[in-house]
């Protein structure tokens, strides 16, 4: 038997006015997106933005349902229509924020599994990396320079 060891590198921002102007515009979709979620049931707001190499920005927010299964992220609900109405056009960056009602969420926010896997389908199809920025409603923001990062060991199309 031999062990490996995984590492990941991310950058951290101490707040929104620390990043580029570009990525800080991102998210500031993404916080506006945010304000748009419906999240009757968990009380838990997420916004996403996706930035298109051909200078569209495509946004998400989370959508709850009675039926608690149905509902569906705000990366996912992002991303998808970017699939949908910008099909073959390369992502280059995700914006993602996250805020309770019921709380100050200060840290920096990641994507749940399923959506980490979707996105990972997306940046492995375009044999591009997508550089993903991460912040909760307020304080710090994580940024990382692959999808790949935050879910290794994946699986992708090449296996099937």
Do not use: W
Not at 35 to 60: D, R
């Amino acid at each position: 038997m031999k062990e490996q060891k995984i590492t990941t590198t991310y950058e951290v921002y101490p707040n929104l006015e620390a990043l580029p102007a570009e990525a800080r515009f991102l998210m500031q979709k993404a916080i506006a997106a945010r304000e748009q979620a419906y999240a009757p049931y968990s009380k838990f707001k997420v916004g996403a933005a996706v930035a298109l190499e051909n200078g569209v920005i495509v946004i998400g927010s989370n959508q709850e349902n009675a039926a608690y299964p149905t509902g569906l992220c705000a990366e996912r609900v992002a991303v998808f229509s970017a699939g949908a109405n910008h099909p073959g056009v390369t992502i280059t960056q995700i914006a993602i924020t996250a805020a309770a009602s019921d709380y100050e969420l200060s840290e920096p926010v990641t994507s749940c599994g399923a959506c980490r896997q979707a996105l990972l389908e997306y940046e492995h199809n375009q044999d591009s990396l997508i550089e993903i920025f991460f912040m909760g409603a307020s304080g710090t923001v994580v940024k990382t320079k692959s999808v790949a990062n935050l879910l290794p060991l994946n699986f992708n199309s090449s296996y099937l």
